[in-house]
């Protein structure tokens, strides 16, 4: 994700460059007259998407985290003595 960010960003500003050097409004106006709307739009979608895919990444990360940590609780939960449990289902009858 952080390449994807840092590709974006050096083709934007190669953009920019060959539009004049100047970062002002006029050449964000040529290179989309230069280059055409809809490179400018792709261009605008992928740094959207990269984003929101970076928040999801966090957000599946905490939940990664949180089944971890109940997993752990629950594995510290078993039963106190060495002696096994007994069976909660019924005995099978032959």
């Keep these: 994700m952080r390449v994807a960010r840092a590709t974006l960003m050096l083709v934007a500003l190669a953009f920019l460059m060959g539009a004049g050097g100047d970062f002002g409004g006029t050449d964000a106006i040529a ?3 230069e280059f055409g709307f809809p490179v ?3 261009l ?3 740094w959207r998407i990269e984003k ?3 928040r999801f ?3 599946i990360q ?3 985290t949180g ?3 109940m997993a752990k609780t629950i594995d510290g939960l078993g039963p106190a003595s060495s002696h096994a449990r007994a069976p909660t289902h019924p005995p099978s009858h032959p």
């Design 31 to 33: 290179v989309i007259r």
């Design 40 to 42: 400018f739009v792709a």
């Design 44 to 46: 605008w979608f992928m």
């Design 52 to 54: 929101r895919m970076d």
């Design 57 to 59: 990444t966090d957000a």
């Design 62 to 64: 905490n939940l990664l």
């Design 67 to 69: 089944v971890a940590l």
